[in-house]
T-cell receptor, first 114, second 116 residues
């Protein structure tokens, strides 16, 4: 079974430039999460999808961040324009959404804004 | 208030010894789930163990066990016979909310270093 796939693994951009991250969840997983992880910290939820619907985006900085999950499968997270403080690891996770089911994580995208 | 609290930023443990990583949580939901994840330097979050709020027995998965004390709202991870490969960050997490509206919240983590 293929796991959660994220790309790219690493991205270095200059501030004020746009950047996009892509996530392919495990087949059949209805729930998809995007997390932000700062160095030495735990992951913090940015947005959660149930199928194609964003059901929790309360922590997403909507002035510069956007996300989509077309057809309820792959998802893209975008930052425009990027700021120095956006440097972090962006983790994507998916789950079946049942009470006992754990979330499976991708390897993350490490973003460096210079 | 913090939903998940991990009070040990770092721990050093001798190889082959047992280690306990602390986690306390805060929720008013009667139904919730508690998870532990391991994050090695490669960055991937690896699921270790799950405990449901209604589970009568403590969860165990190989060398991992979860010491669940519901009244104290604690869910400590116990690793028996530690190995060098156990060196990593460990995160406690909680799932709460109704089906289709769950939130998964993480603690700040504990960095575990196993000493040969």
């Amino acid at each position: 079974e293929a796991g959660v796939v994220q790309s790219p693994r690493y991205k270095i951009i200059e501030k004020k430039q746009p950047v996009a991250f892509w996530c392919n969840p495990i087949s059949g997983h209805n729930t998809l999460y995007w997390y932000l992880q700062n160095l030495g910290q735990g992951p913090e939820l940015l947005i959660r999808y149930e199928n194609e619907e964003a059901v929790d985006d309360s922590q997403l900085p909507k002035d510069r961040f956007s996300a989509e999950r077309l057809k309820g499968v792959d998802s893209t997270l975008k930052i425009q324009p990027a700021e120095l403080g956006d440097s972090a690891v962006y983790l994507c996770a998916s789950s079946l959404g049942t009470d006992r089911d754990r979330a499976f994580f991708g390897q993350g995208t490490r973003l460096t804004v210079v | 208030a913090q939903k998940i609290t991990q009070t040990q930023p770092g721990m050093f443990v001798q190889e082959k010894e047992a280690v306990t990583l602390d986690c306390t949580y805060d929720t008013s939901d009667p139904s919730y789930g508690l998870f532990w994840y391991k994050q090695p330097s490669s960055g991937e979050m690896i699921f270790l163990i799950y405990q449901g709020s209604y589970d009568q027995q403590n969860a165990t998965e190989g060398r991992y066990s979860l010491n669940f004390q519901k009244a104290r709202k604690s869910a400590n991870l116990v690793i028996s016979a530690s190995q060098l490969g156990d060196s990593a960050m460990y995160f406690c997490a909680m799932r709460e909310g109704d089906f289709g509206n769950e939130k998964l919240t993480f603690g700040t983590g504990t960095r575990l270093t196993i000493i040969p």
